[in-house]
């Protein structure tokens, strides 16, 4: 199996247990939003808060060029930490949610 194989196995076992968690409050579903032929993973919250609509990211990840793009993490679980302990080397880990030229001063890929 190639390594954009292996990633893609990553990302979608770690967008499932994401979206297993519900919010502690509200009546909100999390959904993983899975589009594996574009390479496109995400997690959304959708529901009510009480009379406070819910729409939202709360995860997302590409994969782009053999690269693990985190557009956006909105969790209390870091996704880089979360791909890193899975097996995703950092040089792999692009941190799509800084400006590029921010990148530099990760310690992940700049992209």
């Not at 956006?72 to 097996?87: K, N």
């Amino acid at each position: 199996m190639d390594r954009t194989e292996d990633y893609r196995l990553i990302v979608r076992k770690l967008i499932e247990e994401y979206a297993g968690y519900r919010p502690s409050h509200g009546q909100i579903d999390s959904e993983a939003v899975i589009d594996h032929e574009h390479d496109h993973y995400e997690v959304m919250h959708v529901g009510w808060d009480g009379a406070r609509r819910v729409h939202g990211c709360v995860v997302h990840i590409d994969i782009r060029n053999g690269k693990v793009w985190v557009q956006y993490d909105g969790t209390s679980r870091p996704v880089a930490e979360e791909l890193l302990a899975a097996g995703v080397p950092r040089e792999d880990i692009v941190l799509g949610f800084h400006p590029a030229d921010l990148r530099r001063h990760t310690a992940f890929a700049q992209g």
